[in-house]
């Protein structure tokens, strides 16, 4: 079966830096275009930035831009999410997910998700 599974999450300072990854499994990796989305308590789950098929294009969140990176390697499966200087308000649970059509910004066109893993930011 599809399993995404999501690591590199932890507490971090204000200011600091966290790498996230994401290993897929069980689907045609590069048929997929990849995203990562967050959730903070009380908030609807929101797009943070995606990358499509052959990882030529990009897509961010205005409230990452210039301080996340998306990037993608499909001979290992994996997508990962560099995210720097990061503030209070990037605290969330952040999910890898997987869409087969394309590259989009609305959480219900994807067709697999992973668990999530937390990320928190301390002030």
């Not at 690591?7 to 200011?15: C, D, H, N, T």
């Not at 996230?20 to 689907?27: D, E, N, Q, V, Y």
């Not at 990037?90 to 668990?115: E, K």
């Amino acid at each position: 079966q599809v399993q995404l599974v999501e690591s590199g999450g932890g507490l971090v300072q204000a200011g600091g830096s966290l790498r996230l990854s994401c290993a897929a499994s069980g689907l045609t990796f590069n048929a997929y275009a990849m995203s990562w989305f967050r959730q903070a308590p009380g908030k609807e789950r929101e797009f943070v930035a995606g990358i499509t098929r052959t990882g030529v294009t990009t897509s961010y969140a205005d409230s990452v831009k210039g301080r996340f990176t998306i990037s993608r390697d499909n001979a290992k499966n994996t997508v990962t999410l560099q995210m720097s200087s990061l503030k209070p308000e990037d605290t969330a649970v952040y999910y890898c997910a997987a869409n087969l059509r394309t590259l989009h910004t609305f959480a219900g066109s994807y067709d697999y998700w992973g668990q999530g893993t937390q990320v928190t930011v301390s002030s």
